[in-house]
């Protein structure tokens, strides 16, 4: 019978290449993945921690948590801000540009102007036609 020749088995360049590559990924796959999912809420800063408080951060009070679980009042609460800022914006309206700025009003102004330089009797006879033409 024919002898067997044991099989070597060699390690070329490219085998030992990709293997150490994959190790590599792998480690700092591992590494990316605890730093980013289980160290998220641990704080490296060196601060000291000083003055602990018995409240939480970021809290609110029951009145404010009660509003956001409540859309009407959240609605209400907008609309109601809506409203002032529209009865702010109307009260610093100039009420004689408005006014004006009618033709129809323009034209009434510039009768009543000419009645200026008549006498009363024509002058509240020609009101009275204006009046009654509103």
Do not use: H, Y
Not at 43 to 59: A, L, Y
Not at 112 to 120: A, E, F, G, V
């Amino acid at each position: 019978m024919k002898e067997l020749k044991p099989i070597e088995e060699t390690w070329n360049k490219k085998r030992i290449f990709f293997w150490l590559t994959f190790l590599i990924m792998l480690v700092a796959g591992l590494i990316t993945f605890k730093v980013l999912a289980l160290d998220k809420n641990q704080d490296f800063s060196q601060k000291p921690i000083t003055n602990k408080t018995k409240s939480v951060e970021g809290t609110s009070s029951r009145s404010n948590s009660s509003n956001q679980d409540n859309p009407a009042v959240n609605l209400k609460t907008s609309v109601a801000d809506q409203l002032n800022s529209i009865k702010q914006e109307a009260s610093s309206i100039n009420i004689a540009e408005v006014a004006t700025s009618s033709p129809q009003v323009q034209k009434v102004l510039e009768d009543i102007k000419s009645i200026q330089n008549l006498p009363k009797s024509q002058a509240k006879s020609f009101c009275q036609q204006i009046c009654n033409g509103l």
